[in-house]
């Protein structure tokens, strides 16, 4: 299997781990990071992920096109139920990497060593980005006369300044993880060893908060991005309004005026 998947509390932990080929993102892989992403959303317990890497020189390659495109392009046939799918719906696996599905709970990636390509465009579709120091960036489709169709194109010049972007994506040279922290695309930087440590202290912070308000204002950035500002501000208060209803709302106060710490049930 090309993950492994634990839970650390209320946190679920996601390492990829395919060292035969540095991470690269197989149609079998991509299955079941697919599979870790429907189940994370619909875990009651669960309330932030981490997705890292497993192994120590590199956090994914990307796309796995030795195993996908001949699926892709119909020059090979199917060999298993993976491979099956993706010749029946390609989306897929554009959907295990974050592209356009709508995942309500938050993801933080924390990012070691190579960061490449499709494994950029996962990084990107998380909601806070952990770099180490060691950590490089690259979307070099563009050096093999490709492009880039898991969002980057669409998010990284919505997440740092347009004319940074564009140099990123047309030259597709190596960023350097301080380059991009400096644009604002990683939260943090820190030394290879606290990785983890900072990454999981982060989502535990987000699930120490309330999951009905974490969801809802993930939901509403989310949704209002994009949006003309009178608009955007509607949703916010659609979105917003029902949660001061919910049994959590009423908790935090509670517990604050008792000083004591809060129990939320997400209700």
């Known amino acids: 299997m090309g993950l492994i ?15 035969e080929a540095r991470n690269a993102l197989d149609p079998s892989t991509l299955m079941e990071l697919l ?13 932030v992920a981490v997705l890292s890497s497993a192994l120590p020189e590199i956090f994914c390659a990307g796309m796995d ?8 392009m119909r020059t090979k046939e199917p060999e298993n139920e993976a491979e099956r799918r993706v ?7 554009m959907d295990a990497m974050l592209r ?18 499709g494994g950029w465009e996962m990084a990107m579709a998380t909601d806070i980005c952990i770099a180490s120091r060691d950590a490089v960036f690259q979307m070099r489709e563009v050096q093999y006369a490709m492009m880039p169709t898991s969002g980057a194109t669409v998010r990284l010049p919505r997440m740092i300044p347009y004319n940074a972007a ?10 350097p993880a301080q380059r991009l922290y400096e644009w604002g695309f990683i939260n943090k930087i820190v030394s290879r060893e606290n990785l983890i440590t900072t990454a999981m202290s982060f989502a535990s912070r ?15 950035v989310r949704e209002g991005s994009g949006l003309p ?25 509670r517990a604050f005026y008792e000083k004591r710490p809060p129990v939320y049930k997400g209700c």
């Not at 599979?35 to 309330?47: A, L, M, S, T, Y």
């Not at 010749?87 to 696996?93: G, H, I, Q, S």
């Not at 356009?100 to 390509?117: N, Q």
Request: charged share 30%.
């Open 5 to 19: 998947v634990s839970k650390e509390g209320q946190i679920l932990h996601i390492q990829l781990n395919r060292p």
């Open 35 to 47: 599979q870790v992403w429907e189940d994370f959303d619909k875990d009651p317990e669960i309330r």
């Open 65 to 72: 096109l030795k195993s996908t495109m001949p699926i892709v």
């Open 87 to 93: 010749l029946e719906n390609p989306e897929f696996m």
């Open 100 to 117: 356009d599905v709508a995942v309500e709970k938050p993801i933080i990636s924390a990012v070691h060593g190579l960061c490449l390509t």
């Open 166 to 175: 564009m140099e990123i994506l047309l030259t597709g040279e190596p960023v």
């Open 206 to 220: 987000i699930a120490a908060n309330g999951p009905l308000a974490v969801k809802a204002i993930k939901r509403s």
């Open 229 to 253: 500002l009178k608009e955007a501000l509607q949703r916010e208060k659609e979105i917003g309004l029902p949660i001061y209803s919910t049994e959590d709302a009423k908790e935090g106060p």
